[in-house]
């Protein structure tokens, strides 16, 4: 019996230290520990789990909430204040505040950007070395028969063509957002995934594929299609950036968020995604990352 009593003693102690572990990740423990929330996409947990990790570095308590919904959900959380900062893409979220902004270079979207941002709310630096924009495919056949190696080339033809869309519009398009400027498609047919696309391209049943961004693509899921070039931005700039309540972090730890903005390149981030969904824990994979790149 008491060796019974004294399992069951470990064991609790055993689960509020992992409990502890979850929130105090930093070496300041006064005070409510620094929320970072993330949505319901792999992503958006490999981003949480890379900005939690390097604010921690700092001494700041953080813990991350994970799985808080879609972008709407998680937005609200933040202007709630249930957490205090959150990843996001720079196109999608001047969308969200500012459906009417025709901003699509990088530039023009963080202008825009923080000048539609609510009250209370702030981003620190872009991450230039990521492009998230969601790609546009044709197949190769079509692209030399066409001659097409941009989405500028494409828009012209635009009417003519059926598109598909993975994952479904919405997903893609953002309030108020159009996939591609300039470019209103014949037909627009939302598809589960970017298999799908590439055997509705491949059968001819859609002409034009439009991709929610570059996780999705893989060898086996673009061969015999090509991805256009956009360097003109008909689609609009897509870069990682954090949004976060306004007044709670210093100098120091924004300097270690634009850090952090000036390491992260798509490829890396498309590869840290791959691993979680994988298998492996995203906090331990945006570790590795940190380490990496000496955060």
Not at 180 to 199: H, I, M, Q, S, W
Not at 230 to 243: G, H, K
Request: net charge negative; proline share 5%; glycine share 10%.
């Amino acid at each position: 019996m008491l060796l019974a009593a004294s399992r069951r003693v470990l064991a609790r102690v055993l689960v509020v230290a992992a409990a502890s572990a979850v929130v105090s990740c930093g070496n300041d423990d006064s005070g409510p520990a620094f929320v970072v929330g993330a949505g319901d996409a792999i992503e958006s947990r490999v981003l949480a789990e890379v900005y939690a990790g390097a604010l921690a570095r700092t001494g700041l308590k953080v813990a991350v909430q994970p799985e808080l919904g879609q972008r709407a959900d998680y937005l609200a959380a933040l202007d709630a204040g249930r957490v205090a900062l959150v990843g996001e893409h720079s196109g999608a979220l001047l969308g969200f505040f500012d459906s009417g902004s025709a901003a699509r270079t990088p530039s023009a979207v963080i202008e825009d950007l923080n000048r539609s941002l609510p009250e209370g709310l702030v981003v620190s630096d872009p991450a230039d070395g990521t492009d998230l924009r969601p790609r546009v495919l044709v197949t190769a056949e079509a692209a030399r028969r066409d001659d097409l190696d941009s989405v500028a080339e494409l828009v012209p033809r635009c009417a003519e063509l059926r598109a598909g869309l993975a994952p479904a519009p919405d997903a893609l398009r953002g309030p108020g957002a159009t996939p591609v400027t300039g470019c209103d498609f014949a037909d627009e047919t939302p598809l589960p995934d970017v298999a799908a696309l590439r055997n509705a391209l491949l059968d001819n049943s859609v002409q034009a594929g439009v991709v929610g961004g570059p996780s999705a693509l893989t060898t086996s899921a673009t061969e015999g299609l090509t991805v256009l070039a956009d360097s003109e931005y008909a689609l609009r700039a897509e870069n990682v950036i954090p949004v976060f309540r306004k007044g709670l972090l210093d100098d120091q730890r924004i300097r270690k968020l634009n850090y952090v903005a000036g390491e992260l390149t798509t490829d890396e981030l498309v590869e840290m995604i791959r691993r979680v969904r994988d298998g492996a824990a995203a906090g331990e994979v945006a570790r590795a990352w940190l380490d990496n790149h000496g955060l």
